[in-house]
Nanobody
Framework: QVQLVESGGGLVQAGGSLRLSCAASGRTFSAYAMGWFRQAPGKERDFVAG????????NYEDSVKGRFIISRDNAKNTVSLQMNSLKAEDTAVYYCATCNDWYSPTATACAYWGQGTQVIVSS
């Protein structure tokens, strides 16, 4: 069992930045690939960024490449998502999750989820 708690969401103007954090507890956090997903109202939960468990390999959904950076600290059991140059279309609830794939996992490939943190980008 892994417990995940996201934080750092909020309201920001377009062009601004936010840093989301996800704190993990429970089973060995460092053994899992981690993913960030987001879900806008009326839409499915979509992959945003992933990071593998040991080498720090990362991958991003096309619309956030060059703007978002995922990172992890296995010693502190945290994974973060630095979001820069935010756009109105980035507005969503953001979730972190443990996944069996770091490159482009689907939501069904992820076993443990946080409760989500709301990000609202005003234009």
């Amino acid at each position: 069992q892994v417990q995940l708690v996201e934080s750092g969401g909020g309201l920001v103007q377009a062009g601004g930045s936010l840093r989301l954090s996800c704190a993990a507890s429970g089973r060995t956090f460092s053994a899992y690939a981690m993913g960030w997903f987001r879900q806008a109202p009326g839409k499915e939960r979509d992959f945003v960024a992933g990071i593998n468990w040991n080498y720090g390999y990362t991958n991003y959904e096309d619309s956030v490449k060059g703007r978002f950076i995922i990172s992890r600290d296995n010693a502190k059991n945290t994974v973060s998502l630095q979001m820069n140059s935010l756009k109105a279309e980035d507005t969503a609830v953001y979730y972190c999750a443990t996944c069996n794939d770091w490159y482009s996992p689907t939501a069904t490939a992820c076993a443990y989820w946080g409760q989500g943190t709301q990000v609202i980008v005003s234009s």
